[in-house]
């Protein structure tokens, strides 16, 4: 059964700083990993999408990278700012059955603070 | 345009009631999905489906029925209400199996 662990579940920084959200699963069979970003009482905004055969993907500020074999990926921000203040889920994608799901982590929850 | 929409954002319900969600995406999806969070904000499927036909059922009790009555409609109906069914419930699609998912903006439902 896949499982995802996200550390750290809570982050506070100050704006301007470098981070790294971190996320681990239990299957390597994966089909690609995707992270998010929730905002309080709000929907989920997908951020990136990382085919298991890629090893990293970018966007703006963001770097997110893979490592299938380790059952590893990270969520790199660059120069954060208050409005990246929101919570970070990681999801891998998993087949099952003739379809697929998503298994999600707890998501960290991120503030950055002016 | 929102991609993928959810109706009501907010319900509030009596215990026993039977309600209903529903979810429409405009981009041209084969796949839909619904998601609950819990309380813990732990996001889990309930179900799948894949051009109207039902793909994965997430040992959801019975009371859960989705109807898709097309590839752009993925409703959920709640029969006999309980108190643990309060939760926040995403409908999301993707394009087809493998690909990008995008999710609506969620349904809170409290059971009172």
């Known amino acids: 059964k896949q499982e995802v662990t996200q550390i750290p579940a809570a982050l506070s920084v100050p704006e301007g700083e470098n981070l790294v959200l971190n996320c681990s699963f239990t299957?390597?069979?994966?089909?690609?990993l995707q992270w998010f970003r929730q905002d309080p009482g709000k929907g989920l905004t997908s951020l990136l999408l990382i085919q298991s055969s890629q090893r990293e993907q970018t966007s703006g500020r963001l770097n997110a990278s893979l490592d299938k074999s380790s059952g590893r990926s990270t969520l790199y921000i660059a120069a954060s700012q208050p409005g990246d203040s929101a919570t970070y889920l990681c999801?891998?994608?998993?087949?099952?059955?003739?379809?697929?799901?998503?298994?999600f982590g707890k998501g960290t929850k991120l503030t950055v603070n002016p | 345009d929102t991609a993928v929409s959810q109706t009501p954002k907010y319900l509030v319900t009596q215990m026993g009631n039977d309600k209903s969600i529903k979810c429409e995406q405009n981009l041209g999806h084969d796949t839909m999905y619904w998601y609950k969070q819990d309380s813990k904000k732990f996001l889990k499927i309930m179900f799948s489906y894949n051009n109207k036909e039902l793909i994965i059922n997430e040992t959801v009790p019975n009371r859960f029925s989705p109807k898709s009555p097309d590839k752009a409609h993925l409703n959920l109906h709640i029969n006999s209400l309980e108190l643990g069914d309060s939760a926040v419930y995403f409908c999301?699609?993707?394009?087809?199996?493998?690909?990008?998912?995008?999710f609506g903006q969620g349904t809170r439902l409290t059971v009172v």
């Open positions: 299957d390597s069979a994966i089909y690609n």
């Open positions: 999801a891998v994608r998993t087949s099952q059955g003739g379809s697929e799901k998503l298994v």
């Open positions: 999301a699609s993707s394009r087809t199996v493998g690909t990008e998912a995008f």
